[in-house]
């Protein structure tokens, strides 16, 4: 990831459409097998802290701070490409996903449920329980 001034920042983000909140919906897909792993949202210092950094870092809006993917699980997530939208609603991250979990329930995606005519049926296995990912329950 490159290297940028706080000024050049401020310009480079200029065409992201921020919500009342300060934040932007931003997707991570794995960057080889193009499976989306999670939906998170970032503010500027997690935008800019993911460009310099080279690994995502969100904004966590139930704990109301910045959030290091991995921090607790030690599933990091690689940066290769950000991307923005058309709309410059929403960002797309090309990462590698550290361990193959990026949701917190132990799964590959956190899009593990689908639609099955009238309710909500899993599509893939726990791949580590989250008790063992994080130590305690979850």
């Given at each position: 990831m490159s290297?940028s001034?706080t000024?050049d920042?401020?310009?480079?983000?200029?065409?992201?459409?921020w919500n009342?909140?300060g934040?932007?919906?931003v997707?991570?897909?794995?960057?080889?097998t193009h499976t989306?792993?999670?939906?998170?949202?970032?503010?500027?210092e997690?935008?800019?802290?993911?460009?310099?950094?080279?690994?995502?870092?969100?904004w966590?809006?139930s704990?109301q701070?910045?959030?290091?993917?991995?921090?607790?699980s030690?599933?990091?997530?690689?940066?290769h490409?950000?991307r923005?939208?058309?709309?410059?609603d929403?960002i797309?991250?090309?990462?590698?996903?550290?361990?193959?979990?990026?949701?917190?329930?132990?799964?590959q995606?956190?899009?593990?449920?689908?639609w099955?005519k009238?309710?909500?049926?899993?599509n893939?296995?726990?791949?580590?329980?989250?008790?063992?990912?994080?130590?305690?329950?979850?």
């Amino acid at each position: 990831m490159s290297h940028s001034t706080t000024s050049d920042f401020k310009e480079n983000i200029s065409d992201i459409k921020w919500n009342d909140q300060g934040l932007v919906a931003v997707i991570a897909q794995d960057h080889q097998t193009h499976t989306v792993l999670m939906m998170a949202w970032m503010n500027a210092e997690a935008l800019h802290l993911t460009m310099t950094q080279g690994h995502a870092v969100y904004w966590s809006r139930s704990r109301q701070k910045l959030w290091h993917k991995g921090e607790s699980s030690g599933h990091q997530q690689i940066v290769h490409d950000i991307r923005l939208d058309c709309d410059g609603d929403a960002i797309l991250l090309l990462v590698e996903q550290v361990g193959g979990i990026a949701c917190h329930t132990g799964r590959q995606s956190c899009f593990y449920r689908s639609w099955d005519k009238n309710n909500w049926k899993e599509n893939a296995p726990v791949l580590k329980p989250p008790e063992a990912i994080y130590n305690k329950p979850v």
